[in-house]
């Protein structure tokens, strides 16, 4: 891809694919003028950060179909199709420049554009489909005759587990090492046999999809390595700058940095948690206070929350200590658990300095028996989430909005909901990060408390 | 110090490089943990273990470098410190049942709740076979209560985490803790394949046979109340709840034939009032595999780079050394029959059988490990060393044949 400053793009050597989704497997032989590199990218870069909100939002496959299939008319179309595609391909190549440069922008981008690529498979049809399969020169062979007849009853189970009362078993299934297909195995929607995944035609975008994320992994490295040792230096006058702005703009505070209201002290932490605490870390805070324990998905919850609320490494050990010592004594507290807590807050180890959890990563965690972490409004029965929302101050009302919300499992939508409800104000920006609940919690408090007198 | 025979075998050492890249962490008295440690050789790491008599020794991952050489690479560019292969590997803890075993509680392991582990063992066990194809798999004694399995095919060893996520993923049934009441949801139509097989071939008719003997969850209140509250449908709940406390204090039968005969109850109510609701489809399933499904604990597979404690170990709480469990004898495995340190130091000391640890052809072999030695070796090592002596003249071969035909032009 060669950057040029000229007016025209010469025509002759633009690539166009033919399958409608490129799989972006070589750069570009194309010359892209010099404001299309930024623009394009920003373009892209809309539809991937409405991805992002979708997923955060909690929705479903299909929804997320649509909202992919908005985004994309809205930022990428162009009237030429051809036009389309390059800017499609373009702009996917100067989002890997931007996003290569850390393992947590290379998280992101990754996630985003295996969702994007998921969707837009799937709103294709069933021909356009198998082509993108063909392009990924995947070597899975249709099942046929005999082995599909000894499997046919099996299939019918999967099918008709997965919520379809009629064995509608379909027509074709590949044989697929079950290492191909992760989600389908952990999902239990496919047979497995020996070692061998029996993948539907309708369940190709799993498989295609692993492959896409697999290659874009890959290749984000090498371009990281490209970026480090030539790219960066050669460009810092042109495209350098483009690319480092590029990234900053669009991801949301990482609260791995407490702000001015986010300062908070061991006296206070009691009424702190009952006044300004979301649901989730209210209930790790008083499981905490009851059991004098926490496991370890509670400790790192509630943990790197508190860490990002404000509380000083010092001020934290003393806490974690002064509960824990109450059931396990404080010699084994110093033992096995004052390391974790000085490695949340990078003294130890390899010393990453590790940030709260956002909703998204608490909703979609897996708390088991004896755990007390993740999203109340995903994992609790409806009676025990009713009864946390009484003594969080909501009305008979107020909680029907918010289980309504629950029951479409728009998670972050009834911790919204219960945050308006309990603070009397709006909160347009929706609820997505249990540091980002505190802050706004604490703002509207210390702006109704009246100054002191002089 | 007997399980040095066992770890040189273990490891296949057919790449003298291999070894050195193992992950060991020791755990010392005074609860020191020791991480990254790695040896050039299995006499390298006798030696150490000899000098720190660590009390505890967990095996890690092998590494892309020697772990205790770690620092001297740097983080970026291509010699990054990374796993490269560990074995699949499961933890199966009884103190994650304790909400359905009546006998024991934490640390405590019995008779009764024992058999728990078995139909474990029998499940997953079957499935790694029969669905996902391995061939190599070894069932450890954790020690205490639990059991630890260890996958080593090689395409196993090579798994990326999320592969391992999946497989972990696919075992898992029971979701959820104290705060729903209701941690089993199999909606829907039918069981997959998987979970049909389980339930049919083991849930089933150890939840009707020794369960109901050992446990009897349904002789009181108490014990019914958590199984009623799994249903959704509260008249059902209210007719089940009101025959029963009615009969509570007029029958003269035992505890476990109470249980089984409102088992009974429960299963007929059910199918007549099935159609109800979605939610009561699977309620019979449901409960069986409530209490007798295995409950994995997912992180400790999902992860190239968790330890877990290496097998022939002693437990150092029991006493104990975590020796090896048939499969398919895992009925007659009885955790508190396992040789003690205690036990061993005593044969030793009174010069009992010469366990030698090399003699594979003795029969009369009566010390305490030697069945355990025996098995492991002519059941899991052999057939592992073997087809790993397959792979690498398979590769070879290929290599050879490969650079054959760059010749030809």
Same mark, same amino acid.
């Given at each position: 891809?060669?950057?040029?400053?000229?007016?025209k793009?010469?025509?002759?050597?633009?690539?166009?694919s033919?399958?409608?989704?490129?799989?972006?497997?070589?750069?570009?032989q194309?010359e892209?003028?010099?404001?299309?590199f930024?623009?394009?990218?920003i373009?892209?870069?809309?539809?991937?950060?409405?991805?992002?909100?979708?997923?955060?939002?909690?929705?479903?496959?299909?929804e997320?179909d649509?909202?992919?299939?908005t985004?994309?008319?809205?930022?990428?179309?162009?009237?030429d199709?051809s036009?389309?595609?390059?800017k499609?391909?373009?702009s996917?190549f100067?989002?890997?420049?931007?996003?290569?440069?850390?393992?947590?922008?290379?998280?992101?981008?990754?996630?985003?554009?295996?969702?994007?690529?998921?969707?837009?498979?799937r709103?294709?049809?069933l021909?356009?489909?198998?082509?993108?399969?063909?392009?990924?020169?995947?070597p899975?062979?249709?099942?046929t005759?005999?082995e599909?007849?000894?499997?046919?009853e099996?299939?019918?189970?999967?099918?008709?587990?997965?919520?379809?009362?009629?064995?509608s078993?379909?027509?074709?299934?590949?044989?697929?090492?079950?290492?191909?297909?992760?989600d389908?195995?952990?999902?239990?929607?496919?047979?497995i046999?020996?070692?061998?995944?029996?993948?539907?035609?309708?369940?190709?975008?799993?498989l295609?999809?692993?492959?896409?994320?697999?290659?874009i992994?890959?290749?984000?490295?090498?371009t990281?390595?490209?970026?480090?040792t030539?790219?960066?230096?050669r460009?810092?006058?042109?495209?350098?700058?483009?690319?480092?702005?590029l990234?900053?703009?669009?991801?949301?505070?990482d609260?791995?940095?407490?702000?001015?209201?986010?300062?908070?002290?061991?006296?206070?932490?009691?009424?702190v948690?009952?006044?300004?605490?979301?649901?989730?870390?209210?209930?790790?805070?008083?499981?905490?206070?009851?059991?004098?324990?926490?496991?370890?998905?509670?400790?790192?919850?509630?943990?790197l929350?508190?860490?990002?609320?404000?509380?000083?490494?010092?001020d934290?050990?003393?806490?974690?200590r002064?509960?824990?010592?109450k059931?396990?004594?404080?010699?084994?507290?110093?033992?096995?658990?004052?390391?974790?807590?000085?490695h949340?807050?990078?003294?130890?180890?390899?010393r990453?300095?590790?940030?709260?959890y956002?909703?998204q990563k608490?909703i979609?965690?897996?708390?088991?028996?004896?755990?007390?972490h993740?999203c109340?409004?995903?994992?609790?029965?409806?009676?025990?989430?009713?009864a946390?929302?009484?003594?969080?101050?909501l009305?008979s009302?107020?909680?029907?909005?918010?289980?309504?919300?629950?029951?479409?499992?728009?998670?972050?939508?009834?911790?919204t909901?219960?945050?308006?409800?309990?603070y009397g104000?709006?909160?347009?920006?929706?609820i997505?990060?249990?540091?980002q609940y505190?802050?706004?919690?604490q703002k509207i408090?210390?702006?109704?408390?009246?100054?002191?007198?002089? | 110090?007997?399980?040095l025979?066992?770890?040189?075998?273990?490891h296949?050492?057919?790449?003298?490089?291999?070894?050195?890249?193992?992950?060991?962490?020791?755990?010392?008295e005074?609860?020191?943990?020791?991480r990254?440690?790695s040896?050039k050789?299995?006499s390298?790491?006798?030696?150490?273990?000899?000098?720190?008599?660590?009390?505890?020794?967990?095996?890690?991952?092998?590494?892309?470098?020697?772990?205790?050489?770690?620092?001297?690479?740097?983080?970026?560019?291509?010699?990054?410190?990374?796993?490269?292969?560990?074995?699949?590997?499961?933890?199966?803890?009884?103190?994650d049942?304790?909400?359905?075993?009546?006998?024991?509680?934490?640390?405590?392991?019995?008779?009764?709740?024992?058999p728990l582990?078995?139909?474990?063992?029998?499940?997953?066990?079957?499935?790694?076979?029969?669905?996902?194809?391995?061939?190599?798999?070894?069932?450890?004694?954790?020690?205490r209560?639990g059991v630890?399995?260890w996958?080593c095919?090689?395409k196993?060893?090579?798994?990326t985490?999320?592969?391992?996520?999946?497989?972990?993923?696919?075992?898992?049934?029971?979701?959820?803790?104290?705060?729903?009441?209701?941690?089993v949801?199999?909606?829907s139509?039918?069981?997959?394949p998987?979970?049909?097989r389980?339930?049919?071939?083991f849930?089933?008719g150890?939840?009707?046979g020794?369960?109901?003997e050992?446990?009897?969850?349904?002789?009181t209140?108490d014990?019914?109340?958590?199984?009623?509250?799994m249903?959704?449908?509260?008249?059902i709940?209210?007719?089940?709840?009101?025959?029963?406390?009615?009969?509570?204090?007029?029958? *003269? &039968?035992?505890?476990?034939? $109470?249980?089984?005969? /409102?088992?009974?109850? #429960?299963?007929?109510?059910l199918? %007549?009032? +099935?159609h109800?609701?979605?939610?009561?489809?699977m309620?019979?399933?449901?409960?069986?595999?409530?209490f007798?499904?295995?409950?994995?604990?997912?992180?400790?597979?999902?992860?190239?780079?968790?330890?877990?404690?290496?097998?022939?170990?002693?437990?150092?709480?029991?006493?104990?050394?975590?020796?090896p469990?048939?499969?398919?004898?895992?009925?007659?495995?009885?955790?508190l029959?396992?040789?003690t340190?205690?036990?061993?130091?005593?044969?030793?000391?009174?010069g009992?059988?010469k366990?030698?640890?090399?003699?594979?052809?003795?029969d009369?072999d009566? *010390? &305490?490990?030697g069945?355990? $030695?025996?098995?492991? /070796?002519?059941?899991? #090592?052999?057939?592992?060393?073997? %087809?790993? +002596?397959?792979?690498?003249?398979?590769?070879?071969?290929?290599k050879?044949?490969?650079s054959k035909?760059?010749?030809?032009?």
């Amino acid at each position: 891809m060669e950057v040029i400053r000229s007016q025209k793009r010469t025509a002759s050597n633009d690539v166009v694919s033919n399958p409608k989704i490129p799989l972006y497997l070589t750069a570009p032989q194309m010359e892209v003028r010099l404001e299309e590199f930024e623009l394009f990218a920003i373009d892209r870069l809309r539809v991937l950060k409405g991805v992002s909100d979708g997923l955060a939002r909690g929705k479903n496959p299909k929804e997320m179909d649509e909202v992919v299939n908005t985004l994309w008319k809205e930022n990428m179309r162009h009237s030429d199709a051809s036009e389309m595609v390059n800017k499609d391909i373009i702009s996917h190549f100067v989002l890997r420049l931007v996003y290569c440069r850390s393992d947590e922008l290379k998280k992101w981008f990754l996630s985003m554009e295996t969702a994007l690529f998921r969707h837009r498979f799937r709103l294709q049809n069933l021909e356009a489909q198998r082509a993108i399969v063909g392009e990924f020169g995947l070597p899975y062979k249709a099942v046929t005759g005999a082995e599909l007849e000894s499997l046919k009853e099996r299939l019918g189970q999967v099918v008709r587990s997965l919520g379809q009362i009629s064995p509608s078993v379909e027509a074709v299934y590949y044989k697929v090492p079950f290492e191909e297909v992760p989600d389908l195995v952990a999902g239990r929607r496919v047979l497995i046999q020996k070692g061998y995944a029996f993948v539907a035609g309708s369940q190709l975008v799993s498989l295609v999809v692993t492959q896409f994320r697999s290659h874009i992994s890959k290749a984000l490295i090498l371009t990281n390595r490209k970026w480090t040792t030539t790219i960066r230096e050669r460009e810092k006058d042109r495209l350098t700058p483009i690319v480092e702005a590029l990234s900053t703009t669009y991801l949301g505070p990482d609260y791995s940095q407490s702000s001015e209201y986010a300062d908070i002290s061991l006296k206070d932490i009691d009424q702190v948690s009952k006044s300004s605490f979301p649901l989730c870390m209210r209930h790790l805070f008083e499981k905490l206070r009851e059991d004098h324990h926490l496991k370890h998905g509670g400790r790192m919850q509630l943990g790197l929350f508190l860490k990002g609320v404000g509380l000083k490494l010092d001020d934290a050990l003393a806490f974690w200590r002064a509960e824990f010592s109450k059931k396990v004594g404080s010699e084994r507290f110093d033992k096995e658990y004052a390391y974790g807590i000085r490695h949340n807050y990078g003294k130890e180890g390899k010393r990453t300095d590790y940030t709260p959890y956002a909703c998204q990563k608490i909703i979609s965690s897996a708390p088991g028996a004896g755990d007390h972490h993740g999203c109340p409004y995903r994992h609790f029965s409806e009676d025990n989430l009713r009864a946390a929302l009484g003594r969080m101050g909501l009305s008979s009302r107020g909680m029907e909005d918010v289980m309504d919300k629950v029951r479409n499992k728009h998670y972050q939508l009834a911790c919204t909901l219960t945050f308006e409800a309990v603070y009397g104000t709006s909160c347009d920006a929706g609820i997505n990060h249990p540091n980002q609940y505190f802050e706004e919690s604490q703002k509207i408090l210390k702006s109704k408390t009246p100054a002191a007198p002089v | 110090m007997l399980m040095l025979a066992v770890i040189d075998g273990k490891h296949p050492g057919c790449d003298d490089y291999y070894f050195g890249r193992r992950e060991f962490s020791f755990t010392l008295e005074n609860d020191v943990y020791l991480r990254y440690k790695s040896f050039k050789s299995a006499s390298a790491l006798e030696h150490a273990i000899k000098s720190c008599f660590p009390y505890k020794i967990d095996i890690g991952a092998v590494y892309s470098v020697d772990p205790d050489k770690r620092h001297a690479y740097s983080q970026t560019g291509t010699n990054v410190f990374t796993p490269v292969e560990r074995e699949l590997v499961f933890d199966i803890d009884i103190t994650d049942y304790d909400d359905v075993r009546y006998c024991c509680s934490g640390a405590d392991v019995c008779s009764k709740c024992w058999p728990l582990m078995t139909v474990a063992i029998k499940v997953i066990h079957t499935s790694l076979k029969e669905d996902f194809g391995f061939k190599h798999i070894l069932w450890v004694f954790s020690g205490r209560r639990g059991v630890h399995c260890w996958v080593c095919d090689p395409k196993a060893r090579r798994m990326t985490n999320e592969q391992r996520s999946a497989v972990a993923e696919y075992f898992r049934v029971y979701k959820g803790n104290e705060n729903n009441a209701r941690k089993v949801a199999l909606m829907s139509y039918s069981l997959h394949p998987f979970l049909a097989r389980s339930y049919v071939d083991f849930l089933k008719g150890f939840f009707e046979g020794e369960l109901q003997e050992n446990q009897s969850i349904f002789s009181t209140k108490d014990k019914y109340d958590k199984i009623l509250e799994m249903m959704s449908d509260e008249d059902i709940q209210s007719e089940l709840r009101e025959k029963w406390e009615k009969s509570a204090n007029r029958s *003269s &039968l035992s505890e476990e034939a $109470i249980s089984l005969v /409102r088992w009974e109850q #429960l299963k007929n109510t059910l199918q %007549s009032k +099935k159609h109800k609701a979605p939610t009561l489809r699977m309620c019979v399933e449901e409960i069986v595999f409530t209490f007798t499904y295995p409950r994995i604990d997912l992180e400790v597979s999902k992860q190239m780079n968790h330890l877990l404690k290496a097998p022939f170990c002693v437990h150092p709480k029991t006493g104990r050394v975590c020796v090896p469990i048939d499969p398919n004898n895992c009925d007659e495995f009885d955790p508190l029959a396992v040789p003690t340190l205690s036990q061993l130091i005593e044969e030793i000391n009174s010069g009992g059988s010469k366990m030698d640890v090399d003699d594979d052809d003795d029969d009369d072999d009566t *010390s &305490l490990l030697g069945k355990s $030695i025996k098995f492991f /070796r002519s059941s899991f #090592l052999e057939p592992l060393l073997k %087809s790993c +002596k397959e792979e690498i003249e398979n590769s070879y071969k290929t290599k050879i044949g490969k650079s054959k035909d760059s010749f030809s032009w």
